[in-house]
């Protein structure tokens, strides 16, 4: 396991009053971490160190308390997701399914780990772990919207379309 | 007893007490079971499945450590299952550790450069770690009988031995944290019990690290990983005490090997008093102090010489109790640096020359002789212990003839015990800091307690997180404290004591405390202080302070009806001058609501030096003797004059402005100075230099050259607080006993040692002492609430003055019962005006929160000593703007006496109006406040920092 370097330097534009009025519900709650990064994570699109410091501060603890809940979550991201987040399941029946198989066919699809995200901001890949419709596995969710039966072949013709799409636009 | 149970170990009938672990019982009767996740001082956990043990009735493997144990319980922590349990789970645990040498039967007999040839790769060896041979790891390993068939980790380990030098660093592929200041981390050799987080977390109240990602493999870190020094850790060493494996240590300890012995002793640094253990390299068992021609006379320190590698607190501690803070934990390595004075310095030809004690000592007889009566001067200091005071005090009115005796931090800590001895018949803190952490309510004030006494800062945490004790914290700034407060109290720089006077209004207006008639029947001075508290409505505190009435009056109501309230004033370089006053308010606060003379009660004066109590009790000032005697009152002098056979003059002498003065116009001729560097903690250098060069004789007793030794005549190398013994008071007025733990380096002596050679040189009678226990001796009969304290009695936990008779206890808490002079006097408020900002100084100054990465230590840690630290000045977003300041930029800070350089640190947490300085260099202070209190200043950009 290597460990995850600053992922994100404090610096990110975080509007820090307006963050703290937002949150000001869980004030001096210890145990309110999950729904404030929630919260932030809704609003921001992911964790940035600055955000979490007003979380910690609301709570009344340091951040690495609240680094320490965040990080448990595969749901929590600390970097900027891209324009596209993939999420593909990992769960039992997804992985008796060929989960496996989808995500190492995606990661050298896109020239990424999971976790991470594409160099030009388009994609980020994560795997999730059972977001439900296990019946139609392998699931892959495409910016949080399931798809069915997903084989590599499938997810590289999807990864096309929306290569494609975004250059057309482009 | 009802509340004894029995329980049978192992077929062993024992006996314990209802509320114990099995784990507990098990310890308690030295009955062995693994563990490694248990730490004395933190809550059971049940994380390291190390201490599993067989219940009878009960299924499977409890973990004793988090078992109640019950009355007819029947234990066995060694069938043959359990120990296979107790070897498995270890193994489990080894497993990301470098294991190799776990289970080698031969690693105490290994080498760092022998050749293994076992698949050990030579960095994954246990001799190449920080933490070998005192490792909890490798004791458990040994004691479980770590067997391992093969290696867990073949494939590396094989690869590492016979293809490539892999760092150990690099065991779990993590990268060792050697950013941080004082201590470095490496989690290749963690094994996640937890016990640092727990530390921070329940013992400090900090949380700075946590496990972190705990979904894949988990680990200890901070938030986002980010440097200590950026996630709010204190560095007060408390993870690294904690850890079992050579995971987190200090940079101090690490390739030094196992200490050869260690010792106990004071923490020299703050009036808490910590109990230190400190591990030595050197086999030198402390000798007695040597004799003229004796010691090694080495100016480095060399090889085998004795070193202090580690210091960690003692849970036995009385005044600590298992807790230290950054500045004993790291801040002892003075003691060994290389610019320590290891021979005495003789002027000659205008250079200070190395020299001989003979030498010295001939000379300064000679010297001193022609300066006897008022033209000599004695500066002790708060620093040093109370047997070098007593000595010097001695040696100044008896020998020399002259009460010109004082030292720098006196004036202000003299005027709080002199209100706290008129109010209420003692001059010291009413109750142990100890009891602080069992209060129900505490009120805070003055300068942060976390930045000068950070002990008793935890003990008010502990306050609010274990009994959820409310905590009125009354500061200019967000502190750390602030975050545990019920109620902060936001007010202006300087007007605590108007804030405690309006608490005062506050609690009379609402008949918290009864009315005028029956506090007159406790208390004296109630009319006057009635009468001084009418200009002090809410409206007009609120006006001043900038503390609402509303707030106010809470605070009031859980002070007085709580059922212990504690005050504790925290006296900073920025409240010196107004502490007095502002003492004797919130003692009055105290005395009108009877929050006095029981557990977790009364008043806390916090000072920053180690001994001021010392020095103020063993009569280090120009008008006192020791005990508190006066001077000028014959019956007093005469019963130290008894005791000394000596007369003593009988007219006051001068204070160090007084001695300064007097030696600028050529009336002082000769000044002793002991352990204080009067230059640089002037406000005008300048003005002292010149005084102290007009001297036809300047003594300095020092352990390193500073500003004022390189001005002096003589100067005497002395050793430092592990190098001798003595006593210090601390600010509970408990007189704990400080060991030499290392032998003087070079010909450098300890301070009492000097004094009495010097006395005898000048045929002074009543200087024959062979060791400081003797010297305490006379202490114990010159100063009355001594009276009973002996250094045999002090071995173990010191004892609290007034202590009259060698069967005394000690008294911890004062006034029970009844106060101490019979009736409590109140004393009409008083207070000086608060600093208030005009146009040339727009601003108030007040200390700033402590920016993360910025610790006082003191010269001689080496980590700080290579990088100097700079001034911070915190200001809000809307000045900044307003003067064209970002954070960052160099800035001047001028007050009406100074000026310092800072750097800017722009921050909504300080008011507009009013900026806050750092203060980490005394000297800071010095220049700025120009010894008055709270003052205002101006800011102007600087062009560079300097």
Known sequence: MSRPSPIERPGAAVDTAGLAASLSQYRGQRGAAVPALEAVQARYGYVPYQALVVVAETLGVLPAEVFGVASFYEEFRFAPPGAHVIAVCTGTSCHLAGAQQLLAALEGELGIKTGQTTADGQFTLTQVSCPGPCAIGPVLMMDGEPQARVTPDAARRMLATLRSARSAQG | ?946
């Open chain 2, 1 to 946: 007893m009802a509340d004894e149970i029995a329980v049978t170990i192992d077929g062993k009938p024992l006996r314990a007490r209802r509320g114990m672990t099995v784990y507990e019982v098990a310890r308690e009767n030295n009955l062995y079971i693994p563990t490694l996740c248990w730490d004395p001082t933190l809550k059971p956990f049940g994380a390291c499945r190390m201490c599993l043990v067989q219940i009878e009735g009960q299924r499977g493997f409890p973990a004793s450590c988090t078992t109640p144990a019950a009355d007819g319980m029947v234990i066995r922590t060694n069938t043959p299952e359990v120990d296979q349990l107790h070897h498995d789970n270890l193994e489990l645990l080894v497993a990301e550790h470098p294991h190799g040498c776990l289970h080698c039967h031969r690693r105490k007999h290994c080498g760092p450069f022998d050749i293994c040839l076992r698949d050990v790769g030579v960095t994954d060896r246990c001799v190449v770690c920080p933490k070998d041979k005192q490792c909890e790891l490798q004791r458990t390993c040994e004691d479980v009988g770590l067997h391992l068939r093969r290696p867990l980790k073949e494939d590396r380990a094989l690869e590492a031995a016979v293809w490539e030098v892999r760092p150990v660093s690099l065991y779990r592929q993590l990268e060792a944290e050697r950013q941080d200041p004082l201590f470095g981390r490496d989690y290749n050799l963690c094994i996640v019990c937890g016990r640092c987080v727990r530390a921070c977390d329940e013992q400090r109240g900090i949380s700075c690290i946590s496990l972190v990602h705990r979904d894949r493999g988990t680990i200890i870190g901070t938030a986002f990983n980010l440097p200590l020094n950026q996630s709010g850790c204190e560095f007060c060493g408390a993870c690294i005490d904690a850890c079992p494996t050579g995971a987190i240590m200090e940079f101090s300890a690490m390739s030094q090997g196992k200490a050869e012995r260690s010792a106990t002793t004071i923490c020299p640094h703050c009036p808490v008093g910590c109990q230190l253990r400190l591990d030595i390299r050197g086999q030198e068992e402390a000798a007695p102090v040597p004799g003229l021609m004796q010691g090694r006379d080495r100016g480095h320190p060399a090889r085998g010489e004795d070193q202090i590698i580690r210091s960690s607190p003692t849970l036995t501690g009385p005044a600590n109790m298992g807790e230290a803070c950054h500045r004993g934990k790291f801040g002892l390595g003075y003691v060994s640096s290389p610019q320590r004075l290891t021979r005495p310095l003789l002027r000659k030809d205008g250079q200070l020359v190395e020299s001989t004690w003979f030498e010295a000592l001939d000379y300064l007889a000679l010297e001193l002789a022609k300066h006897r009566g008022e033209a000599f001067g004695a500066v002790g200091s708060a620093r040093a212990t109370n047997e070098a005071n007593y000595l010097l005090q001695k040696f100044a009115r008896t020998i020399m003839a002259s009460n010109n005796v004082d030292h720098p931090g006196r004036q202000s800590y003299a005027a709080l015990m002199e209100g706290l001895d008129e109010a209420l018949g003692l001059p010291g803190s009413t109750n142990p800091t100890q009891e602080l952490q069992r209060a129900a309510m505490a009120l805070v004030l003055g300068a942060d307690v976390m930045q000068v006494q950070p002990v008793v800062g935890v003990q008010l945490k502990r306050a609010a997180m274990l009994n959820g004790a409310k905590l009125v914290v009354v500061s200019p700034v967000q502190s750390e404290l602030s975050r545990y407060a019920a109620l902060w109290l936001r007010n202006r720089p300087g007007t605590e004591g108007v804030v405690a006077a309006g608490l005062l209004r506050a609690i009379l207006d609402e008949g918290l405390a009864g009315d005028a008639a029956a506090l007159a029947q406790r208390l004296e001075g109630v009319p006057e202080l009635l009468a001084s508290l009418a200009a002090f409505d809410a409206a007009s505190v609120e006006r001043t302070s900038g503390v609402s009435r509303d707030s106010l009056v809470q605070a009031a109501r859980l002070y007085a009806q709580s059922p212990a309230s504690a005050i504790v004033y925290c006296v900073g370089s920025a409240h010196r001058s107004q502490a007095p006053s502002d003492l004797q308010a919130l003692t009055d606060l105290a005395l009108v609501t009877g929050q006095l003379g029981r557990p977790s009660t009364g008043v806390y004066a916090l000072a920053d030096l180690t001994n001021l109590q010392g020095a103020y009790d063993m009569g280090m000032a120009p008008d006192r003797l020791p005990g508190g005697r006066a001077v000028a009152n014959p019956a007093g002098r005469f019963a130290v004059e008894q005791v000394w056979g000596h007369h003593l003059p009988t007219r006051p002498g001068l204070g160090l402005p007084g001695m300064l003065a007097a030696g600028t116009q050529g009336r002082l001729k000769a000044l002793y100075v002991l352990g204080e560097d009067l230059v640089e903690e002037a406000p005008d250098p300048g003005a002292v230099t010149a005084a102290l060069s007009k001297l036809s004789l300047l003594i300095v007793q020092d352990s390193t050259l500073t500003s004022t030794a390189k001005l002096a005549h003589v100067v005497l190398p002395a050793a430092t607080f592990a190098e001798s013994d003595g006593t210090f008071t601390n600010g509970e007025r408990r007189v704990q006993r400080l060991n030499q733990v290392v032998a003087p380096r070079g010909q450098s002596r300890p301070d009492w040692w000097i004094i009495c050679q010097l006395a005898q040189e000048l045929e002074g009678r009543g200087f024959a002492f062979r060791h400081a226990s003797q010297v305490l001796q006379e202490i114990a009969m010159t100063t009355p609430p001594y009276g009973g304290i002996s250094w045999e009695r002090l071995e173990q936990q010191g004892l609290q003055w007034p202590c009259p008779s060698p069967d005394h206890p000690g008294t911890p808490i004062l006034h029970q019962g009844q106060v101490a002079r019979g009736k409590g006097k109140l004393a009409p408020i008083a207070l000086l005006t608060p600093p208030t900002p005009d146009s040339r100084f727009p601003f108030v100054l007040t200390t700033a929160a402590r920016a993360l990465e910025q610790f006082q230590l003191p010269a001689g840690t080496k980590w700080f000593d290579a990088r100097p630290l700079p001034e911070w000045v915190e200001l809000h977003p809307q000045d900044a703007a307003r003067l064209g300041l970002a954070s960052d930029d160099p800035v001047r800070v001028v007050s009406p006496t100074g000026q310092v350089t800072a750097r800017a640190k722009v921050s909504d947490g300080i008011s507009p109006g009013v900026v806050g300085l750092t203060f980490h260099q005394e000297r800071s202070a010095a220049r700025l406040l120009g010894g008055r209190g709270a003052t205002a200043v101006r800011l102007e950009k600087a062009t560079a920092a300097g």
